[in-house]
């Protein structure tokens, strides 16, 4: 019998950086949330560095690089001052977002196959410095090979669709993009692809992409940090913990 790899969770910060930033000053520090983040059980820290600094800013990056002892998974936009920054901190993995200034969130995946010649630099110069490189991309087969030919180790599989469907109680479109990350991870770990998920998963929505065999990451944030201001960051982040254990434990 075989059973699918363990699930880890890696928690995303940003938004600790959002209420620091909306008063000024140095609370509250990222960098304290990713040291009670790990006690409490995450396997790695997401920090996403926007081009505009809404929320984490270098500073940031600079010191969780330096201070945490979880692998750190840099989000950024495919820019050459990006690049510069993720060379100078080296964390263990960059993820490649899509990125508009007026969005409020990274609204939708990596368009990897039309994108394709501007990207690879980009993930030619990350990997020869020793970093895995994932992409935020759609549920979408193009867009996996488009992944696999770009050199990309991972795949982060964009899990926004599904939970906004699932949040506005529309059943049809919930199951089908369900069914389109349960496809797509099957598709990427066929294509040796690593596979993570993520964006808007909530304890309502998480088990059953935690359920999906292939997949062996899941990136949370937002959700994680509201239910902290209710709970404290430690039980928050040890209910999902709980919730995506459970679902594992089903999965054969």
């Known amino acids: 019998m075989s059973f699918p790899p363990a699930l880890r969770l890696g928690v995303n910060i940003d938004h600790v950086a959002t209420i620091r930033n909306a008063r000024g000053g140095r609370h509250p520090d990222p960098l304290r949330a990713a040291l009670m983040a790990a006690e409490a059980g995450a396997d790695g820290i997401t920090a996403h560095l926007r081009e505009d600094r809404r929320h984490i800013s270098d500073e940031d990056i600079a010191k969780l690089a330096r201070e945490i002892d979880r692998p750190l998974n840099l989000e ?3 820019t050459e001052e990006m690049l510069r920054i993720a060379l100078q901190a080296k964390p263990h993995a960059v993820c490649l977002v899509p990125e508009r200034r007026e969005e409020r969130t990274t609204e939708g995946g990596l368009d990897a196959s039309g994108q394709h010649n ?6 030619r110069a990350l990997r020869e410095a020793d970093i895995r490189v994932s992409l935020f991309i759609e ?3 193009v867009q996996l090979d488009a992944a696999k030919a770009l050199g990309a180790q991972v795949v982060e599989l964009h899990t926004g669709a599904y939970c906004e469907a699932a949040a506005h109680g529309q059943i049809q479109e919930r199951d089908a993009a369900l069914a389109r990350i349960v496809a797509a991870a099957g598709r990427a770990a066929a294509l040796g692809l690593e596979v993570h998920a993520g964006h808007g998963l909530s304890y309502d929505t998480v088990q059953p992409i935690a359920a999906i065999g292939q997949i062996v990451e899941l990136n949370i944030g937002h959700f994680i940090i509201g239910e902290a201001i209710f709970t404290g960051l430690k039980p928050a982040i040890e209910q ?8 594992r434990a089903g999965v054969t």
Do not use: G, K, S, T
């Open 118 to 123: 501007h990207l690879a630099p980009f993930i």
């Open 139 to 141: 549920a979408n087969p």
């Open 240 to 247: 999902m913990r709980r919730l995506m254990d459970e679902a």
């Open 76 to 78: 950024m936009a495919a």
